[in-house]
């Protein structure tokens, strides 16, 4: 995979793949023109002979890319959904130790704040990059911890205790998910399954026998169509790289509202 596209705008993402795609598809439009009309239209049935199969390997090809579109788009939600309910998971548990006594109210807010600070200035830079970091998980062990030195001595702090601890596994739950989000991407052999099947429409568009402003007009179209198509799936295949990365706005929020607001 070519990371470094990850560290360029979207739309000049989109630009690159497009001009890829077109141009390969009009330079082979071009050049080998007399040769394919010579060596493989000599009954002029050529045309139709391509129409039927290139219908038949759309279908495919296009149910492909389909699937890889609802798949990373999905994993994209589904991380988005987890950074979201890590950071309400660890605002909840935030609220519910300030109803510790002291010294573990404050010893437990000090451990919750660290470690959502840990998340939006160390974390994040190493997520984008495509690395899990591994300070949250010893973070959030320390937590459980001083925790669960935590010796109840009536019901209301037994009750409290078990809200917290119950939330605590909601938040770690939620921070193995976010982290599983890091490494999870289309595998290698399907980007070459669909770099062949982007090569193989290319050269079916190449062998038709059209008037040169048709031909060019056409095959520009299907595949300024197919370059945007792979260009999203790239752009959606790494949850937290690039500009539609999903970003740590939810735990800056819990930070700035709830754990940085002086009262």
């Known amino acids: 995979m070519l990371y470094w596209i990850y560290n360029l705008p979207g739309f000049v993402v989109g630009g690159i793949f497009v ?35 290139l219908q038949y390997f759309g279908v495919i090809y296009g149910l492909l890319l389909g699937l890889l579109a609802v798949s990373t788009y999905q994993n994209h939600s589904d991380t988005e959904k987890a950074v979201g309910s890590e950071a309400s998971s660890i605002a909840a548990l935030y609220q519910d130790v300030s109803a510790y006594p002291e ?32 300070g949250g998980v010893q973070r959030a062990s ?12 009536t019901k209301e702090e037994e009750l409290l205790q078990e809200a917290a601890l119950r939330q605590y ?16 991407s ?21 062998l038709f026998r059209l008037p040169l402003k048709v031909h060019l007009l056409l095959g520009g179209l299907i595949s300024f169509f197919t370059a945007t198509m792979i260009c999203l799936i790239v752009l959606l295949d790494n949850p937290y790289r690039g500009e539609l990365g999903v970003s740590s706005e939810a735990f800056q929020l819990v930070y700035d509202q709830l754990m940085n607001n002086p009262r």
């Open 169 to 184: 596994n909601m938040y770690f739950e939620n921070k193995r998910t976010r982290l599983y989000g890091v490494t999870a």
């Open 103 to 134: 010294p573990f109210r404050t010893d437990l807010r000090t451990l919750i704040k660290e470690d959502t600070r840990y998340s939006i200035e160390v974390a994040w830079p190493i997520q984008r990059i495509g690395i899990v970091p591994k």
């Open 186 to 206: 289309i595998p290698a052999v399907m980007w070459l399954t669909v770099a062949i099947g982007a090569a193989i429409n290319i050269v079916l568009i190449w």
């Open 19 to 53: 001009t890829l795609f077109v141009s390969a598809c009009w330079l082979g439009i071009i050049l080998p023109r007399g040769f394919v009309e010579r060596s493989l239209n000599q009954d002029g049935r050529l045309n139709e002979i391509l129409g039927d199969y």
């Open 142 to 153: 320390a937590i459980h911890s001083r925790l669960s030195s935590f010796q109840p001595q």
